[in-house]
């Protein structure tokens, strides 16, 4: 299962970190990724990261949010600055997990955490 923190309310220009951790029966997660969901928006990506390090950012936050990760700790992070009123949002932490050698990987969504950003 994937735990997801560090939501909150801040001010426009502010900064959050969200977090991400893994747990349950893992033999390897790539990618892991950010996606997030306003009201009454379908839900997007906000970032990605792979095995091999290379990240994928969605436009809107490129130069704003940094993912990053701790494969050894199965845990991946969101780095959000220079927040603005458009960003809140539920944030949702997604990994795609190898469970097995013999399966094929699955897909496992947190429960999201919410971040608001006042004007």
């Known amino acids: 299962q994937l735990q997801a923190s560090g939501g909150g309310l801040v001010q426009a220009g502010g900064s959050l970190r969200l977090s991400c951790a893994a747990s349950g029966s893992i033999i390897s997660i790539n990618p892991m990724g950010w996606y997030r969901q306003a009201p009454e928006k379908q839900r997007e990506l906000v970032a990605s990261i792979f095995s091999s390090g290379s990240t994928d950012y969605a436009d809107f936050v490129k130069g704003r949010f940094t993912i990053s990760r701790d494969y050894a700790r199965n845990t991946w992070y969101l780095q959000m600055n220079s927040l603005q009123p458009e960003d809140s949002a539920i944030y949702y932490c997604?990994?795609?997990?190898?469970?097995?050698?013999?399966?094929?990987?699955?897909?496992?969504w947190g429960k999201g955490t919410q971040v608001t950003v006042s004007s």
């Open positions: 997604r990994a795609t997990v190898r469970q097995s050698a013999y399966r094929d990987p699955r897909i496992f």
